[in-house]
């Protein structure tokens, strides 16, 4: 079990556990606090995160901004290999391709998946992201492709 996933379980249902957890995140990753995540489940080949549509987050038109929609997107999708990947094994993100279906409005949900999670060659594997508004409207999808490796072993 990866460390993240240890932290999350560990977390996860104490009080301002998801709170710490995302810090505990943030604070390794420090440009993702720019959005504000809240972590709402991770399991291996899954993770669903949050933002709360506030100024911050907002562009000149009073919606989430693409870009804030984009960093939830590859904060899940990170997360998530890494709290899923074995401990052999590395990821890094390679490219991501998004679609702005919908302006949104509201607060944004993402979820991530992949099925790839195995020990294996260097290969690419890909990151679905949906991103849905507080009504249940699908307004971004994403498809994050990742360079997952075996790590190298120190001699």
């Given at each position: 079990m990866s460390n993240a996933m240890a932290m999350?379980?560990?977390l996860k249902d104490k009080p301002m556990g998801r709170?710490?957890?995302?810090?505990?995140?943030?604070?390794?990753?420090?440009?993702?606090?720019?959005?504000?995540?809240?972590?709402?489940e991770l399991k291996p080949g899954y993770a669903r995160v949050s933002l709360k549509?506030?100024?911050?987050?907002?562009?000149?038109?009073?919606?989430?901004?693409?870009?804030?929609?984009c960093n939830l997107a590859e904060l899940g999708a990170g997360t998530?290999?890494?709290?899923?990947?074995p401990a052999s094994m590395r990821w890094l993100p390679k490219s991501m391709s998004v679609q702005y279906l919908k302006t949104c409005k509201t607060d944004l949900i993402a979820e991530c998946t992949?099925?790839?999670?195995a020990?294996?060659?260097?290969?690419?594997?890909?990151?679905?992201?949906d991103?849905?508004?507080?009504n249940g409207n699908l307004v971004v999808h994403a498809d994050?492709?990742?360079?997952?490796?075996?790590?190298?072993?120190?001699?």
């Amino acid at each position: 079990m990866s460390n993240a996933m240890a932290m999350w379980i560990k977390l996860k249902d104490k009080p301002m556990g998801r709170w710490l957890f995302a810090r505990a995140v943030c604070w390794k990753a420090p440009y993702f606090s720019t959005i504000a995540p809240r972590f709402e489940e991770l399991k291996p080949g899954y993770a669903r995160v949050s933002l709360k549509k506030r100024r911050a987050v907002q562009n000149h038109i009073g919606t989430v901004h693409a870009i804030a929609a984009c960093n939830l997107a590859e904060l899940g999708a990170g997360t998530m290999m890494e709290a899923s990947l074995p401990a052999s094994m590395r990821w890094l993100p390679k490219s991501m391709s998004v679609q702005y279906l919908k302006t949104c409005k509201t607060d944004l949900i993402a979820e991530c998946t992949t099925s790839d999670l195995a020990e294996g060659p260097a290969r690419d594997v890909v990151v679905n992201v949906d991103m849905k508004d507080t009504n249940g409207n699908l307004v971004v999808h994403a498809d994050i492709n990742m360079y997952v490796s075996p790590r190298k072993r120190n001699a």
